[in-house]
Structure formats: structure tokens, C-alpha cells
């Protein structure tokens, strides 16, 4: 497969420069690829997203899409957010066309243009299942159908590249194995190179073809694994022995990355901190 998303020795800088978010990271995402990012807080995971969506600038190296350098957002990628934004004043099919609503008035958008997205529009609202919910507002839908208008939104263009930060963080877990199975339905059907930012490492081995493992202080690339299920995923396979197993090898590589070996281990660390903190205040 062609190389879509270039990244090359990416470093993100805050502040002074003091606080570094992304030291060194060097990745390439192939065209039409599912990659997932895991790691501990403060690996830079969302950051990396928002510089490839040229939200945020590198502060060096550099991000490339199909040879270009990135120097801000783009039509050729979107970004789908845990939050889901939508306008509540609109209904579902306007949330959904916003962005071409927004150039409908410039003089270089032709009537098929217009007319063509909004075939565009209900094509998505079907293959998103939000046909009987078509006229509704935000306030009137469920989380996982917010999210799915948000996801419609962001596709509605056609872009090149998916950027998803936790979007189904804020989901319940039977909502979110029904969210997992239409994103991979999206995918294969979109064909669009989608990078997918989680907490959760069962939803990351499940979604991707590869999982990125980033290590914090700093952000970093620390490894890539393969994943070795089928193209066509159900369910059950999270069940399998082999499923578990790269389950529990990640987790276990993302708690070295931390500076512990398990939860019970942190757990420890912060009692004996608080109780060295009770102590010395009756002193």
C-alpha cells in the first residue's frame, strides 16, 4: 500500500519549550490503514492527532500527507472529537451539511455541487442508520446517535484521512461494541485512512490494524504491534486466547512506560504518599 500520512522526527513543544510533548516520533499510516494510539496519560496521543489535523503546529520535524507537508486543517482530513459539537438548532440532516451550508454562497459552488452533497447527506444518514431520526435535534438523541451525526458530518466532504480522539469514551459499553462494528463498517466502505486515539486497549486492538503504543515524559513512539485478527471482525474474537493475550501484553508495556508494573502497584505508591503527607502534617 502507498504511504498516506508521513510523520518524521515530530517534536511539540509548550510554553518556553520546557514542557515537551512529542519528542522524536517517527510513523508512516498506509493508504486506507486503521491505526489505533494507546499509552499513558501525558503520551502525547491527542497531541499528535491535532498536528497531524494541523490544529496545533510542530515545533520540529514534520508531517506529510501523500509527499505535502501539513501546514494547517485541510478538506483531505477530519477530525471527530469525544465531544460530540453539535449545533443544537439544527436537526439532524442540517448538522450533518453545515460544512457545505457554509459555502453555498460562494459564487464557485455550482447548484449540482450543492445538490450532489445533499444526495452525499442522505447516503450517510442511511448508511449511519439515522433515517428515522432524519428531522429530530440533538437534545432528542442518545449519546451513540449524537456521535454518529458527528462522524456523518466529518465524512460528509469525503476526506482522505479520519482523525478520531476518543470518541466513544463517553459511551456506555454495550453503545460502544455497536459504535465499533459501524466505524469498521464506515471504514471499509469509505475506504478512508483513519487514525483513532483511545484509553481503551481492547477498543484499540479491535478497531486497528496496527497499534501504536506511546510512551509519556516525553510523548513518544515506544512500539507498533501488529494486529492478527481477520479484516472481518465480530465480538467474540475479543474473547479469544490470543486476543487476551495481546490485551494483556500491551497493557503491560503501556504500565513500563509509566514507571509501574501494575494498577496495585500505583495504587500503593499513592497511599504511602498520602500517609507520608497526613504524617507530616501532625508534625
Not at 478538506?75 to 443544537?88: E, G, I, N, T
Not at 503491560?252 to 495504587?267: F, P, Q, V, W, Y
Request: hydrophobic residues 40%; negative net charge.
Amino acid at each position: 500500500m502507498n504511504t498516506k500520512i508521513s510523520i518524521e522526527s515530530a517534536g511539540k513543544t509548550f510554553g518556553d519549550g520546557s514542557i515537551i510533548a512529542l519528542q522524536d516520533v517517527n510513523l508512516t499510516v498506509r493508504s486506507n490503514e486503521f491505526v489505533t494510539f494507546v499509552g499513558a496519560s501525558g503520551c502525547g496521543k491527542s497531541t499528535l492527532l491535532r498536528c497531524i489535523g494541523g490544529l496545533e503546529a510542530l515545533s520540529s520535524g514534520s508531517i506529510n500527507v501523500d509527499g505535502v507537508p501539513i501546514t494547517g486543517p485541510g478538506v483531505d482530513r477530519a477530525m471527530v472529537f469525544q465531544h460530540y459539537s453539535l449545533y443544537p438548532w439544527l436537526s439532524v440532516m442540517d448538522n450533518i451539511k453545515f460544512t457545505r451550508l457554509l459555502q453555498i454562497n460562494r459564487e464557485d459552488i455550482s447548484s449540482a455541487e450543492v445538490e450532489a452533497a445533499s444526495g452525499r447527506a442522505d447516503a450517510l444518514i442511511d448508511l449511519m442508520g439515522l433515517n428515522h431520526v432524519r428531522n429530530a435535534y440533538p437534545n432528542q438523541l442518545s449519546g451513540g446517535m449524537q456521535q454518529r451525526v458527528a462522524i456523518a458530518r466529518a465524512l460528509l466532504p469525503r476526506p482522505q484521512i479520519l482523525l478520531m480522539d476518543e470518541p466513544f469514551g463517553a459511551l456506555d459499553a454495550q453503545t460502544r461494541e455497536v459504535m465499533h462494528d459501524m466505524i469498521l463498517h464506515v471504514s471499509k466502505l469509505e475506504k478512508t485512512t483513519i487514525v483513532f486515539v483511545t484509553h481503551d486497549v481492547e477498543e484499540a486492538i479491535y478497531l486497528g490494524q496496527r497499534v501504536v503504543v506511546m510512551a509519556p515524559r516525553p510523548g513518544r513512539v515506544d512500539s507498533i504491534c501488529p494486529v492478527n485478527l481477520p479484516a472481518q471482525r465480530n465480538q467474540d474474537m475479543k474473547l479469544a486466547p490470543e486476543f487476551m493475550q495481546q490485551k494483556k501484553a500491551i497493557l503491560t508495556r503501556i504500565r513500563e512506560t509509566a514507571g509501574m508494573h501494575t494498577d496495585r502497584e500505583l495504587l500503593e505508591r499513592m497511599t504511602r504518599q498520602a500517609e507520608a503527607d497526613q504524617k507530616n502534617d501532625m508534625q
